[in-house]
């Protein structure tokens, strides 16, 4: 496609489940990001990653969330032992290099119940 | 950590009026953005800004960079019904470590009235 995508686009948890959401960059993009938006906030950088490797992860707010990024392009964010403070939309982000253009994805929105 | 204070939170108009909004910082950026979001939506970028004084315009957009390097305003002309949304400042930090990471405002609701 054309644009960032992103997988599921709504996904209803129970707490303490482990949820795996879903990023694809635009085709040859190197850089990707993921945020975070709260209801009614703005958006809360987690981790970025240029190709493989992740230079920033300083976002990521407990060692229950973990991302990894394969093959220089699909990312997956993990979140485990989910708690209802993760309820949010997690968007992701990708850039034709770290300082370019961010293009967001739809999101994901997720609901811990 | 590091916080964008964006005002006003909200606003109600009429079509037809100007709208302005802005953003400061206690820190020093290096780039401005200023994006709109529509619900279900991801973020899309407006207008960016890479030079402290730039002023630049996209239509019925302008936006400018202040000279300090600590704030930055984003005004509509002319407002339409389209215009509805919701307007995020972002910015990079001068200095910093990673280029990816963009600070985000509170972001503005902007509600327009026929």
């Known amino acids: 496609g054309a644009g960032v995508s992103q997988s599921p686009s709504n996904k209803v948890t129970e707490k303490g489940k482990d949820v795996e959401l879903r990023c694809d960059p635009i085709?040859?993009?190197?850089?990707l990001y993921w945020y975070r938006q709260s209801l009614g906030q703005g958006l809360e950088f987690l981790i970025y990653f240029q190709g493989n490797s992740a230079p920033d992860k300083s976002g990521l707010p407990s060692d229950r969330f973990s991302a990894e990024r394969t093959g220089g392009s699909v990312s997956t964010l993990t979140i485990q032992r989910t708690q209802q403070e993760d309820s949010a939309v997690y968007l992701c982000?990708?850039?034709?290099?770290?300082?370019?253009?961010?293009?967001f994805g739809p999101g994901t929105r997720l609901l811990v119940l | 950590g590091q916080q964008l204070n964006q005002s006003p939170q909200s606003m109600f108009i009429q079509e037809g009026e100007d709208v302005s909004m802005n953003c400061t910082s206690s820190s020093i950026f290096n780039t401005w953005l200023w994006y709109k979001q529509e619900p279900g939506e991801g973020p899309v970028l407006l207008i960016a800004?890479?030079?402290?004084?730039e002023l630049t315009s996209n239509g019925r957009l302008t936006a400018q960079f202040g000279i300090t390097r600590k704030d930055s305003f984003l005004n509509i002309s002319a407002s339409i019904p389209s215009d509805v949304g919701i307007y995020f400042c972002a910015g990079r930090l001068a200095g910093g470590t990673s280029y990816g990471k963009l600070t985000f405002g509170q972001g503005t609701i902007l509600t327009v009235h026929p």
């Open positions: 800004l890479y030079k402290a004084g």
């Open positions: 982000a990708s850039s034709l290099g770290g300082a370019g253009t961010q293009y």
């Open positions: 085709s040859g993009h190197t850089a």
